[in-house]
């Protein structure tokens, strides 16, 4: 139930496409939708994040389609290009879990390329 | 800049031999987390501090011990490291309670021999 299973693992798209990653989730207590992004070398940093009161958000060519009946949700590279290329997480909140912390459960990762 | 910095970046030990990863953060966050994310892997929770209140993952291993000295710096002890323990390690902030947002730090890559 804490899972988030996030697909493809890896996908390839040309220079102006557009990048889809889809993850699902089981538990409903989840109520907060972040996506990281992550270069080689890099720690991951935060992209994009949603709640589950709205079914969209978009932020220039990064948009965030949430389905709370379907318990999916996802995230949309517009006009990709290869400074795109990177990994991409999503993860899941429950909230806040006590001891100051909100803890993130992790897709397994996408890993984006972009070719020119 | 205000960041999350780890020492080092590559770290080689061997089988046994303890070892020390460190992070240390310039944006005066209230919470510090650790993750481990190996190959392929998702980020995993280790442990986390708000403020200097420690706790620790019902999964982590024993093994694996953290210290906040003071607020800007957090370090993780892996006492008799083996070599499943080889992995990304993840230092991460978030700037106090009941914000969800976490900043994190290049990671240390960790291989045991």
């Known amino acids: 139930q804490q899972q988030v299973k996030q697909s493809p693992q890896s996908l390839i798209v040309q220079k102006g496409g557009i990048s889809i990653i889809n993850c699902a989730y089981e538990?409903?207590?989840?109520?907060?939708f972040p996506w990281y992004q992550q270069f080689p070398g890099k720690g991951p940093a935060l992209l994009i994040a949603i709640r589950p009161d709205v079914s969209e958000k978009k932020e220039g060519r990064f948009t965030i389609s949430f389905n709370k009946s379907a318990k999916q949700f996802s995230l949309h590279i517009m006009d990709s290009q290869p400074g795109d290329s990177a990994t991409y997480f999503c993860a899941a909140s429950m909230g806040y879990s006590g001891a100051g912390s909100y803890q993130l459960t992790f897709g397994k990762g996408t890993k984006l390329s972009v070719i020119p | 800049d205000a960041m999350v910095i780890q020492n080092p970046r590559y770290q080689v030990t061997q089988f046994g031999k303890p070892v020390t990863l460190s992070c240390s953060q310039t944006?005066?966050?209230?919470?510090m987390y650790w993750y481990q994310q190996k190959s392929s892997q998702a980020p995993k929770l280790l442990f986390h501090y708000y403020d200097k209140d420690f706790n620790n993952e019902a999964d982590t291993p024993d093994n694996f011990q953290s210290r906040r000295p003071n607020t800007s710096f957090c370090f993780l002890d892996i006492r008799s490291p083996g070599l499943g323990d080889a992995a990304m390690y993840l230092c991460?902030?978030?700037?106090?309670?009941?914000?969800?947002?976490?900043?994190f730090g290049p990671g240390t890559r960790l291989l045991v021999l």
């Open positions: 991460a902030t978030s700037p106090r309670k009941y914000q969800e947002t976490q900043y």
């Open positions: 944006l005066n966050h209230n919470v």
């Open positions: 538990n409903t207590a989840f109520d907060y």
